[in-house]
Structure formats: structure tokens, C-alpha cells
């Protein structure tokens, strides 16, 4: 058969050992090449698999510098904004009552509720609570006057030379001593009572001493100071 064209036909493939050489040789070609066939399609569609993500990744990453990139050039002027604005509110802070100023500034309230003809039944301030850039005080109160009375009290303590801020917490307004289904006129007395918040800024120790107790872990408790040494009797 050496000498023959081969041809498939002749071949017995239920009996491959008994074919010629050549034979033998042509199919382990082919049987080569579809090996190598099956590999290269298995690796190009692995690498072609690895190269989608590998773009799906770098499209990510390129996205994330530039967003980063135009966070990073707008940083300066963001940086230089958030100077302006604490130094107006420092400027705005300064505008309240200070620490040694308060104690005026709430008997300044209290003068000014009696000159606009209000009668003071409770004044009485209560302990201060400082935040992080000013403290608050609130005052327990409970006045009897008019309408117009009250108008006026506003007013004066808006024109007192210093910022005064007052917000009205709990806070009733109801008209005394009128019989159910009396008339209430522009004379007629009302009685306020509730609280009343006054604020004051921060020096610039009390807010340092503000902002570290504000960023210190719950539950942390400030060191005990020293105990004063006994004094033995006589």
C-alpha cells in the first residue's frame, strides 16, 4: 500500500494497528493538530477573557484619576473657602456676649422686661452648656404683661449693644385671669412662661478645652484633680 495513493476508504479504523506507516503518521497529525487547535482556542479565549477585564479595570482606574485629579485641583481654593468661613464665623462668634460680659447681659434682659412694664414673677438662669464654638444658657422665666408689653420687650433687648440671641423653648402664651368666653383685647395680660436660651462665645481656651471634649471617646472621663492635703485639728 506504500506504494499506493492512501485513501480513507481502505482504512479499517476498528483496527487502527493494522494500517500502513503513513497512515499511522497522517493521523497523528491531525489528531497533533486538533490538540493544538483545542489548546490555543482554550488559552486565546482565557487571555481574551483576562484582557475584557483587564480594560473593564483600567476604564475604572482612569475614571478614579480623574476624579481624584479634579478633586485635587479644586483642593486649594476649597482649602482657601474654608478660611473664609471660619474666619466669618469667628467674626460672627465675636458679635455674642463674652464670658465676663454675660452675667451684665442677663441682668441687662431682666431690666429691660421691667422698664417695658412686665411683671417678673421667675427669672431664674439656669447651668451653662457649652458646645463646641460657644455655650448656652438657658433661663427659666414666667412674665405676665400685654401684647404690646411683650412687642416691646423684644425690641429693646434686639437694640442692647451687644448680640443677644434668645430661642423660646417650651414656651406658652396664654391670657390671665380672663373668664371662659371672655373677651381678650390689646390690653388684656398674658402670661409667658418656658425657657429661654441666651448664647455666648468661646475664647479661644474654653473652645480648645470644647473641641477636645467633643472628640474624646464616650464614655472617657476628664482626671481627677489632686486632692487638697488634710489639715490636721488643733
Not at 141 to 151: A, D, E, P, S
Request: charged letters at 20%; a neutral charge.
Amino acid at each position: 500500500m506504500s506504494d499506493k495513493q492512501l485513501k480513507l476508504s481502505e482504512l479499517d479504523f476498528s483496527n487502527i494497528g493494522s494500517w500502513p506507516r503513513q497512515a499511522h503518521l497522517m493521523f497523528c497529525a491531525v489528531v497533533a493538530l486538533v490538540i493544538v487547535v483545542i489548546g490555543w482556542a482554550l488559552l486565546v479565549r482565557g487571555q481574551q477573557n483576562e484582557l475584557g477585564q483587564l480594560q473593564a479595570k483600567e476604564a475604572d482606574l482612569k475614571s478614579e484619576f480623574e476624579t481624584k485629579q479634579g478633586r485635587a485641583a479644586n483642593l486649594e481654593p476649597l482649602k482657601q473657602q474654608l478660611a473664609q468661613m471660619k474666619q466669618q464665623l469667628q467674626q460672627m462668634l465675636r458679635q455674642l456676649p463674652s464670658k465676663t460680659e454675660m452675667p451684665d447681659l442677663i441682668v441687662d434682659i431682666s431690666q429691660t422686661a421691667l422698664a417695658t412694664g412686665i411683671q417678673t414673677d421667675l427669672f431664674q438662669p439656669g447651668q451653662e452648656t457649652k458646645k463646641e464654638f460657644y455655650a448656652e444658657k438657658p433661663i427659666t422665666l414666667r412674665m405676665v404683661g400685654t401684647y404690646h408689653q411683650f412687642g416691646a420687650f423684644v425690641s429693646n433687648v434686639a437694640s442692647l449693644p451687644r448680640v443677644v440671641i434668645l430661642t423660646m423653648h417650651d414656651i406658652s402664651l396664654k391670657p390671665k385671669n380672663v373668664p371662659p368666653g371672655g373677651r381678650i383685647g390689646a390690653n388684656t395680660a398674658l402670661e409667658l412662661s418656658g425657657t429661654v436660651k441666651t448664647y455666648r462665645y468661646l475664647d479661644e481656651e474654653e473652645a480648645a478645652e470644647a473641641q477636645a471634649a467633643a472628640a474624646a471617646p464616650a464614655g472617657s472621663a476628664a482626671p481627677a484633680a489632686p486632692a487638697a492635703p488634710a489639715q490636721g485639728g488643733h
